[in-house]
Structures are given as C-alpha cells and as structure tokens.
C-alpha cells in the first residue's frame, strides 16, 4: 500500500520551508547587546513611556481621591450592616 498525496507520513516537496537553508542566528539583536546594556536601554524606555503618560493636576488627584475615599467608607458601612444582620440571625437560629 502506498501513501496518498499529501499524508502526513510523507510530505510534499512544497511542504518543506524555503528558507530551511538560511543560517538560523541565536537571539537576534539582544545577543550583541551585554546585560549592563539591556537593563539600560530597558530603564530608557521605561523613562521614555512614562513621559508619555497623561498625569492629572492637584484638583483631578483629590476629587479622585476623595471619591475613592468614600466609596471606600460607604462599602466599609454596607458590609458592616450585613455583617451585623447575619450575627444576629445566627444567633436567633441557633440560639
């Protein structure tokens, strides 16, 4: 018995890559660079991208703050009433 056309067991001439015959090269353009280089150029860009951030003024940063803040006191309050109602109806199932 013979394969058909295009089996996985035998492949097809124009399966193989073309470029199989290029010299596969180990990291690119990281493996010239020594690591004292590459933290750098990582700390440039990091520098770089956090130049391009949008950073609220002082009246933005407290109104979110304050808004957050009660936020923060309103859940503190609700799970604290909920915490409260369940304990007491613990308490009034199981005695």
């Given at each position: 018995m013979t394969d058909a056309v295009g089996s996985i067991d035998m492949p097809d001439a124009q399966d193989e890559a073309p470029?199989?015959?290029k010299k596969n090269?180990?990291?690119g353009k990281r493996a010239k660079k020594g690591?004292?280089?590459r933290l750098a150029l990582f700390y440039r860009q990091i520098i770089a991208e956090l130049r391009k951030v949008v950073w609220p003024t002082r009246?933005?940063?407290t109104s979110y703050t304050t808004a957050v803040i009660v936020f923060v006191v309103l859940m503190i309050g609700l799970i604290t009433l909920i915490d409260y109602g369940l304990s007491h109806?613990?308490?009034y199932?199981?005695?």
């Open positions: 470029d199989s015959k090269r180990k990291g690591p004292l280089k009246n933005q940063l109806a613990a308490k199932v199981f005695g």
